[in-house]
């Protein structure tokens, strides 16, 4: 990981002024479980303060398992979470937190679906939304299936709406990122357009965590430029 590059890139946007709507820092979520709370961010089109090796340290002794080396580079040395695919990358405090399991073996090598556990998800939802099933039973019955997909083996490296950003740290995915969305889990893989999107027909294409972020951020520099 370049970092000299990487911060030259943030710089430049960063400049830039008014940002496209896309890339505004607002829509960006801000920290929940993280000491000190959406003050863990900067204002404006930046990254939180860098961690200590100490906050490594103890990072990874609460997950069970090492940090890859790319993510060591980005949150000592790029920041503590700020931009980035998704609703950007989640401060080191919240990947902890989101990351139970980290140490357990991720299963997959392909798309995975489960028709069966899914219909059942969507049945229980149903009984909640007319009144005749518990909320609490929804909810479980999506936990049920979202466990199946992802029971562990990755750190949750960011979040959107549709679901979540895994970085694999134990099967054969290793070193790979994955989203572990509401109906399926699926590699991630470039495209023309989107080039850090989902690569849904299980081509060996992969994006690691530097080749995602780098993806976005090369992309976040192209439509930040202003028209002539």
């Not at 989107?194 to 192209?222: K, S, V």
Request: charged content about 20%; glycine content about 12%.
């Amino acid at each position: 990981m370049n970092v000299q590059e990487i911060r030259e890139t943030i710089r430049k946007i960063a400049q830039r002024a008014p940002l496209p709507k896309e890339l505004q820092y607002g829509r960006f979520k801000q920290s929940s479980s993280s000491k000190g709370g959406a003050n863990n961010f900067h204002k404006g089109w930046g990254y939180a303060s860098p961690v200590t090796n100490r906050e490594l340290q103890a990072a990874e002794t609460t997950l069970g398992v090492e940090l890859p080396a790319c993510l060591r580079t980005f949150y000592k040395q790029i920041g503590n979470g700020g931009p980035g695919p998704g609703d950007g990358i989640l401060p080191l405090a919240d990947l902890v937190a989101h990351s139970p399991r980290a140490g357990k073996r991720f299963p997959h090598t392909s798309c995975w679906r489960d028709p069966g556990l899914l219909d059942q998800a969507a049945a229980a939802n149903q009984r909640a939304d007319r009144g005749n099933g518990s909320v609490e039973a929804a909810i479980q019955a999506s936990e049920k299936y979202k466990l199946a997909g992802f029971p562990g083996g990755g750190l949750m490296v960011a979040q959107d709406m549709g679901g979540d950003f895994i970085l694999v740290v134990n099967g054969d995915e290793v070193g790979n990122v994955w989203r572990v969305g509401c109906n399926d889990v699926a590699p991630l893989g470039p495209s023309k357009d989107m080039p850090y999107t989902i690569d849904y027909d299980n081509t060996r294409q992969r994006l690691t965590f530097e080749r995602w972020f780098i993806a976005w951020l090369e992309y976040a520099d192209r439509i930040s430029i202003p028209p002539s």
